[in-house]
């Protein structure tokens, strides 16, 4: 069943003793170059912003917190914004990137479809039907202890996910990947049905909603982030761990059965550990889109169709290039913010459609 | 392997595709399933590696197959479906190396001896040459032995073949089953294929059984197996069966003579220069 649309490369190197048997893996020099790439990213975003701070005070303070002990002589304002503002803007932003990165590659993994994105299951319209909820009904909460938004996000994500996979069979009792993606429209326009009601019965919220429901990260700190690295850290192991299984899967259920590998499980797993990063970073962030289709595109288009490259490459990647939109996203304007998704899709798709035309891979 | 079917019965939505099939096959052996299209074959073959449910039981070296330890299995059979999944960006290689996976712990990935047995599993099917290549790049016959590639790779001394030569002309579909009758003998392979090209059929396996709605109708050999009633009834075909004097048997289809319709000339066409 080859794909006729894929352009023929028949220049293949022969020779050598064992040609080609180290394709699949992953080089270090991809991977010390995609930490670069990160790096990078990260010392640029801190480094600019409203406050006029010198590359040298912003340095410092950054230099201050490694346990070297090094102090500092910025003054506490300046070490604040730096290390208050934007350093825990910065790590959210690579977190959430990072983990929208690596569920959409995962998911485009385990159902075999290019198009396939974090929320492919309902977790945006479950994530925006929770936070919806919690506005309209604690309109002044986000002066609470516990902003109860990012909780109610992450509660109604996993319920619409649940949803769709128990919802998901055929007529055969089987979860084929087209019966739950189906199903996944169908939980996720319901549940989108309700927000849209819920917000119409509420008007005085809706500037609220409709501003988490674009992404950002303007409330970013370090309570956050550490709200989100468990989730983020547990589930990116989980699906590292898959990456072999992810191309196993690429032959189809039926063969990945009759290669003991019982593809049914794993898509459960792999949809379970996405699902839970996915609603994790979107309880604090709100919907960001655009980032879990084209990073790991980019990624595949430049190394190939092997998970164990899209996958840690998708993280890199998709941390970088998120930490980038952010900062486009709070300087464009400055001090107003552009809504992070926005930028995310301005920026990311001309530069999709570049990698596309350059490309001779099929993705 | 030997191999034992002993009252396989398998139903999709409550009609029964398969009512009851006993077959053996010896270690080594080659057993050929005919049947016209719907009569079970694929069923049967899916049933013997454990990717569908059925009543009734499959033995491997006189073992109940235990199809819930698919890795244990899938180390014991290997299967090549009749159009496999060929993601067209996958390298020759990895394709290859695909089938170490029951080798492989669940998390894990290959190791050097993984990649030894593929690099053998190449060199042995020639396919050095393509290693590199993306699976979509293939010829039919290329995209073929790189299947058969991975079957290899399993080292499972059972291989099922669903038509493994459906897709291929009569050159490229006489080479690789002669790849696998050499692999058979260098590795004492059970091999176990269903084929629609029942003169192919009849001469690459040692015994034919042919099934029809489901049941076995005839066990044997392929003069046994291959007469023109039994043959004609089942495929609903009529058939011309030839012996070509050194043992083998050729199945023909016989094209019925009809009356000339009038106003179409292509009767004349037909017969050539020669007769006008």
């Known amino acids: 069943m080859a794909d006729q649309a894929t352009p023929r490369r028949l220049s293949g190197r022969a020779g050598g003793p064992t ?13 010390v170059g995609a930490c670069l790439v990160l790096g990078g990213a990260a010392l640029v975003s801190v480094l600019i912003g409203p406050a006029d701070l010198s590359p040298g005070t912003v340095l410092s303070v950054l230099v201050s917190k490694l346990p070297l002990g090094y102090h ?3 003054s506490a304002l300046d070490s604040g914004i730096v290390w208050q503002i934007r350093a825990p803007r910065v790590v959210l932003g690579a977190l959430v990137g990072a983990t929208l990165a690596m569920a959409g590659a995962s998911y485009q993994g385990v159902f075999q479809n290019p198009l396939a994105d974090p929320y492919l299951l309902g977790v945006a319209a479950g994530a925006g039907l929770g936070a919806t909820i919690a506005v309209a009904a604690a309109p002044g909460a986000t002066s609470w202890v516990v902003d109860p938004v990012p909780l109610a996000a992450f509660a109604g994500a996993l319920v619409a996910v649940a949803l769709t996979y128990v919802l998901g069979r055929s007529g055969q009792r089987q979860r084929t990947t087209t019966s739950l993606i189906l199903a996944g429209v169908a939980v996720g326009s319901f549940f989108t049905a309700i927000q849209t009601y819920t917000q119409q019965r509420n008007t005085p919220t809706l500037e609220q909603v409709y501003s988490w429901i674009l992404g950002g990260l303007s409330t970013a700190d370090w309570q956050e982030v550490g709200l989100v690295v468990p989730y983020v850290v ?4 989980i699906l590292l761990a898959c990456r072999r299984l992810l191309d196993v899967m690429a032959v189809g259920d039926e063969e990945a059965d009759s290669l003991g590998v019982k593809a049914g499980r794993v898509r459960l797993l792999v949809v379970a550990a996405s699902t839970l990063a996915t609603a994790a970073v979107v309880a604090v962030s709100g919907l960001v889109g655009f980032v879990g289709i084209i990073v790991p595109h980019t990624v595949r288009l430049v190394v190939g169709p092997s998970y164990r490259r899209i996958l840690p490459l998708s993280i890199l990647g998709g941390a970088a290039f998120l930490i980038l939109a ?7 304007l400055s001090p107003a913010e552009v809504p992070l998704g926005v930028v995310t899709a301005f920026v990311g798709a001309p530069f999709f459609l570049v990698v596309l035309r350059q490309s001779r891979r099929a993705p | 392997m030997r191999l034992e079917i002993r009252g396989v019965r398998v139903a999709y939505d409550g009609h029964d595709v398969l009512t009851g099939v006993s077959l053996a096959v010896p270690t080594g052996g080659w057993l050929g399933l005919i049947g016209p ?6 069923t049967l073959l899916r049933a013997v590696c454990g990717l569908i449910r059925f009543d009734g039981e499959v033995r491997l070296d006189g073992e109940p197959a235990d199809t819930s330890r698919r890795r244990q299995l899938a180390r014991r059979v290997a299967y090549v479906p009749q159009r ?5 960006a996958m390298t020759v290689t990895d394709y290859v190396l695909l089938g170490r996976t029951p080798y492989i712990t669940l998390f894990g990935t290959e190791s050097r001896h993984d990649r030894a047995v593929a690099a053998g599993v190449l060199a042995r099917l020639e396919l050095d040459e393509l290693a590199t290549r993306v699976l979509g790049s293939l010829s039919g016959g290329e995209a073929q032995r790189a299947v058969l590639g991975r079957a290899l790779a399993q080292e499972a001394p059972l291989l099922l073949l669903d038509e493994p030569t459906a897709a291929l002309d009569v050159g490229h579909g006489q080479h690789v089953l002669e790849l696998v009758d050499e692999l058979r003998a260098e590795r004492g392979l059970t091999v176990v294929a269903a084929m629609h090209d029942l003169t192919l059929a009849g001469e690459f396996s040692d015994r034919l059984a042919l099934l029809a709605a489901g049941r076995v109708i005839a066990e044997g050999t392929a003069r046994e197996v291959l007469r023109e009633r039994v043959l004609a009834r089942h495929y609903g075909a009529e058939l011309r069966i030839i012996e070509d004097g050194s043992g083998g048997i050729v199945v023909l289809p016989r094209h019925r003579p009809r009356p ?4 179409i000339d292509a009767d004349a066409w037909r017969r050539g220069p020669a007769d006008r």
């Open chain 1, 19 to 31: 040609p080609g048997l180290a394709r699949a893996r992953l080089g270090p020099w991809l991977l």
């Open chain 2, 37 to 42: 299209n719907g009569s079970g074959k694929t």
């Open chain 1, 234 to 237: 547990v589930c990116g192991g």
């Open chain 1, 72 to 74: 500092s002589h910025v």
């Open chain 2, 84 to 88: 496999p999944v060929l993601p067209a």
């Open chain 1, 326 to 332: 952010d900062l486009v996203a709070r300087t464009v």
């Open chain 2, 260 to 263: 000339a319709i009038e106003g």
